[in-house]
């Protein structure tokens, strides 16, 4: 009678086992994971990209003051020359090589101005990019923070659920042989679905449902404690 108590406080632990395992199963696959992981992805992609447009943004600000500088003291050195060269009182030879001069600077100052207009037209467009990501970043960590939400109160349910399910099994335990529970669990682990008790209703295994013939039957109830000769589970008749 013992052996028979046992053996439904055994089957009892199953299925708070399988009802653990379930929920567990469940945690881990709410499906707004899913939604979660690809908004947190896109969020990520979006932070990586605004902090590259921003690294850029900051180099072309630096180009841009460095290169305006440069600007400033060309142009105060080209009106210097051009004074020198209007001022007359130069020798033929030494006005040609100042006109030369001159034309240098101007040209020079030309490219500088070239360049600092595309400077300028760079560091605005790529402040209008860091605009747009930002806009993008905050409607990323919108979704995001809704996905997380809802996982957030779904696991709530879940642990509780849980919960609930360890206390039972804690009240289980204590009442089944040491030697069935270590049986028992070896038996779990060595199983896919974790299924290593089941009920011998009407000659079919409830762990693999896999119908035993009456000579079967007879065996595996021979057993201590009876075991399902196909899939090796505890029977519980």
């Not at 399988?18 to 707004?32: F, G």
């Not at 040491?178 to 209703?201: H, I, P, Q, S, T």
Request: hydrophobic share 40%; glycine share 4%.
């Amino acid at each position: 009678m013992d052996e028979l108590r046992s053996l439904a406080d055994l089957l009892d632990l199953q299925t708070v086992d399988s009802e653990i395992d379930r929920l567990i199963h469940e945690r881990e696959t709410v499906p707004a994971l899913t939604a979660y992981r690809q908004a947190h992805q896109h969020l990520q992609q979006l932070t990586n990209e605004r902090n590259q447009v921003a690294d850029n943004h900051r180099q072309t600000e630096l180009a841009f003051d460095k290169t305006s500088g440069e600007l400033d003291l060309a142009e105060t050195k080209l009106a210097a020359e051009q004074n020198r060269l209007y001022a007359g009182g130069l020798s033929a030879r030494d006005a040609e090589y100042m006109r030369r001069e001159v034309e240098m600077l101007d040209r020079k100052k030309r490219d500088m101005e070239d360049e600092v207009l595309e400077l300028m037209e760079r560091r605005e467009q790529l402040g209008i990019r860091l605009e747009e990501l930002d806009t993008q970043i905050a409607a990323a960590e919108t979704v995001k923070g809704e996905h997380e939400a809802v996982i957030t109160a779904a696991w709530k349910d879940i642990d509780a659920q849980l919960a609930r399910k360890e206390e039972r099994k804690a009240d289980i335990v204590p009442l089944i042989p040491e030697d069935l529970l270590d049986l028992y669990e070896r038996l779990r682990d060595a199983k896919d679905d974790g299924v290593a008790v089941g009920r011998l209703a009407e000659g079919i295994c409830g762990a693999c449902h896999l119908r035993l013939t009456p000579a079967e039957q007879l065996e595996a109830t021979r057993r201590d404690p009876p075991r399902c000769i196909h899939c090796t589970a505890i029977l519980v008749p």
